[in-house]
């Protein structure tokens, strides 16, 4: 039989569903034994697979996307990695090529992936697209900017990467419902979509995904589901979908980063108009509020 055939093709597409769906498991479930759910590298060990740039590990849900996105696109087991020894030997800044760490990105409704070295992404043709600045130097205004969250207080967090996080979360969510998927709280495998959206939006920005690590639990039905008979199909899907809803809200990133000064101005001011206009609003209501209870008050004293 050639390796061309039909059925060899659907037996390895196979294996490789059944390899990403055991690996998201494991990942899962050793992050929440070893309580490493997001870790620095330095915290877990120089030869775990890291981001050079930020520092953090590809560890707990970092990796468990990563490993799931680079086994879909390429087939591959695992990704490229990069330490930071191999880094800083090349002078921290390599060659299209050279050894690099892979990071997932949503494009056009899939899945691709991109190796990163230091301050820019390189491909055989030169950098790719360098819309966000790597390592991101972003405050939380930014953040917000880049959410399209700015004058809503929808978060205390400050530290960039954990408030992009919670930003990414409810963005994925707006996103899914846009798309007409189920809420994460309806079923464990829609959960499992969001977090893997989550972490691909956060990634894309050029930050590590700091999400608040499920309960026992949620872990377990989240084994039950990839471990199933079907749980390779299951895996498949579930990664498709976290791809098209993570490429929904980063193409709404960046339009938002590539809106031209004159609309940006445009809808400040529509902004202002709109706060102006519910003020008064809000100032009449209080008007019409106090003649209510002074009419009132006359007639108790009539």
């Known amino acids: 039989m050639g390796t061309s055939s039909p059925v060899f093709e659907k037996d390895r597409a196979d294996s490789v569903a059944a390899g990403v769906a055991e690996a998201l498991a494991a990942s899962a479930e050793q992050a929440m034994a070893d309580d490493q759910w997001t870790a620095r ?13 930020t520092g953090y590990a590809w560890s707990g849900i970092n990796r468990y996307a990563l490993i799931a996105g680079r086994t879909v696109i390429d087939g591959a087991v695992t990704g490229a990695w990069a330490t930071r020894r191999d880094w800083a030997r090349e002078g921290f800044a390599v060659e299209p090529g050279s050894p690099g760490i892979v990071v997932l990105q949503a494009e056009f409704g899939t899945l691709g992936a991109v190796t990163v070295y230091n301050a820019c992404q390189l491909t055989e043709d030169g950098p790719a697209d360098a819309r966000y600045e790597f390592p991101p130097k972003l405050g939380a205004a930014d953040i917000d900017r880049l959410f399209g969250a700015v004058g809503v207080v929808v978060c205390a967090e400050e530290e960039p990467q954990h408030r992009a996080s919670q930003l990414a979360d409810m963005a994925v ?20 979509v969001g977090v893997l959206a989550s972490q691909i939006v956060v990634n894309a920005l050029g930050f590590s995904y700091l999400p608040e690590c499920p309960s026992p639990d949620v872990i377990e039905e989240w084994c039950a589901l990839l471990r199933s008979p079907d749980g390779g199909h299951d895996a498949m899907v579930l990664i498709a979908g976290a791809g098209q809803t993570a490429a929904a809200v980063v193409e709404q990133i960046a339009a938002r980063q590539i809106e031209t000064p004159s609309v940006a101005a445009e809808r400040a001011v529509a902004a202002e108009g709109a706060v102006a206009a519910e003020g008064a609003v809000a100032a009449e209501g209080a008007v019409a509020a106090e003649r209510a209870v002074a009419d009132i008050s006359h007639s108790f004293i009539d």
Not at 41 to 53: E, K, T
């Open 41 to 53: 590298w330095d915290a877990v060990g120089l030869r775990q697979p890291h981001d050079p740039v």
């Open 173 to 192: 969510a707006q996103a899914g419902a846009t798309l007409g998927r189920p809420a994460s709280w309806q079923d464990p495998g829609e959960a499992l």
